[in-house]
């Protein structure tokens, strides 16, 4: 079945340095997909989204690439902060089919190293 | 414009019981969709409610309802509860229905089933 999933359960990088985190979907029909941060004791909080009409999107210190031939997609956060320490969702809730509602992936546990 | 809230933050239930949780969203925003978040099982979708109707379920057992007021105002119910009903329920809204958008999260409520 559909399904959207991270790679790494934990990323630790120091801060100042730029962080990827990586997200692997397995719905070629997939057409929309959307970040997620989640702060502890939060629910998720909207960061960025893309459609895949595009390949690259960018806002405030962070990107997002998707690559449909491989069916990948990726987070960058630039010059990380003590604040980004978060889990980041991907999720999918394209119209090109897939489970109702949104389809998150398993979540990155990002830490940021002082 | 005041996020999604709701109510309560936090309840403990003993097995058998039941419960309503309460949800508002966004002001202006007519679809209010719900989410279980368990380690074990991450995100997952619930249902979704537009316009007082319920358009889409998840893969729950019928104990999970909900239902929607004509102020967009929403409540899940969860009866004969189990153990396994321990988790965060979040709330979700948009102010359209459907595929292809992002939703906003509410706090969630953290349900301890003993």
């Known amino acids: 079945g559909e399904s959207v999933g991270l790679h790494l359960p934990t990323l630790s990088v120091q801060e100042g340095d730029n962080s990827i985190i990586n997200c692997a979907y397995s719905?070629?029909?997939?057409?929309?997909f959307i970040w997620y941060k989640q702060e502890s004791g939060k629910g998720p909080q909207f960061i960025i989204d893309?459609?895949?009409?595009?390949d690259k999107r960018q806002g405030q210190r962070v990107t997002v690439l998707l690559n449909k031939t491989v069916k990948h997609l990726s987070l960058q956060i630039a010059a990380t902060q003590p604040g980004d320490s978060a889990v980041y969702f991907c999720?999918?809730?394209?119209?090109?089919?897939?489970?109702?509602?949104?389809?998150f992936g398993k979540g990155t546990h990002l830490i940021i190293q002082p | 414009k005041a996020g999604v809230t709701q109510t309560p933050r936090y309840l403990i239930k003993t097995r058998g019981q039941q419960v309503t949780l309460s949800c508002s969203p966004i002001?202006?925003?007519?679809?209010v969709s719900w989410y279980q978040q368990t380690p074990g099982q991450g995100l997952q979708f619930l249902f979704e409610?537009?316009?007082?109707?319920?358009?889409n379920k998840g893969n729950f057992p019928g104990r999970f309802s909900g239902r929607q007021f004509s102020n967009s105002r929403s409540e899940m119910n969860v009866s004969t509860l189990e153990l396994g009903d321990s988790a965060l329920y979040l709330c979700?809204?948009?102010?359209?229905?459907?595929?292809?958008?992002?939703?906003?999260f509410g706090p969630g409520t953290r349900l301890t089933v003993t």
């Open positions: 002001s202006g925003h007519r679809s």
């Open positions: 893309i459609r895949s009409n595009m």
């Open positions: 999720a999918e809730n394209g119209a090109g089919g897939g489970a109702d509602g949104l389809t």
């Open positions: 979700a809204s948009h102010n359209l229905a459907g595929k292809g958008y992002e939703q906003y």
């Open positions: 409610y537009f316009s007082e109707t319920q358009r």
């Open positions: 719905n070629s029909a997939s057409d929309y």
